[in-house]
């Protein structure tokens, strides 16, 4: 099985996914691909630190997929534990995970964001316009299937718990005629462990 995700690094609700996530397939031995969403573009805003972080991530995809993982796990501690914006030190996020800090020249090329337009695309076509991220999909080998969420609100569930989460979540995404589960967030996101 493979799993994509998308996310914008400023998005705390994406990024508590992605811990849950990010753990939960280490346990079950997958690999996550990510792929940038940009809620600037979605929300029509200007241009701001989340779309140049999104431009550099995007730019480290194009060279190396599965980069983008540890880029995003550093952006996220810095600016979700830390406090930092999402281009307050570009090359240091990138030197911090082994990749070129040059790569953060890409921040400032508007060329980049015909990629980041086309993730977005593809995330719509698994799961329809009107949703945002979090979105992830599994690909069991006959095509991705893909829903927004899970939306995690509160304690961030660990342990054996995630993992039903988890393996609830795959087995939904596998029904084809599965279309929506969802309640009120009545708080924040849970604030995961500083990874």
Known sequence: MRIDAWFDAICPWTWATSRWLVGCAAARHVEV??????????????????????????????????????????????????????????AGALAAVGLEPELAAAADDESWDDAIRASMADARALVGEDVGIPIAAIDDGDGPKGASGPVLMGVMPTGDEALQLFDAWVATLRVPGFAELKRSRTGPPPHPERP
């Open 33 to 90: 691909h990510w792929h940038p969403y940009s809620l600037t573009f979605q929300n029509d805003s200007p241009v701001g630190p989340a779309l140049r972080a999104l431009r550099v991530a995007s730019a480290v995809r194009a060279s190396d997929e599965l980069a983008v993982g540890p880029l995003y796990t550093e952006l996220g501690r810095r600016i979700h534990h830390d406090g930092e914006k999402a281009d307050d030190d570009l």
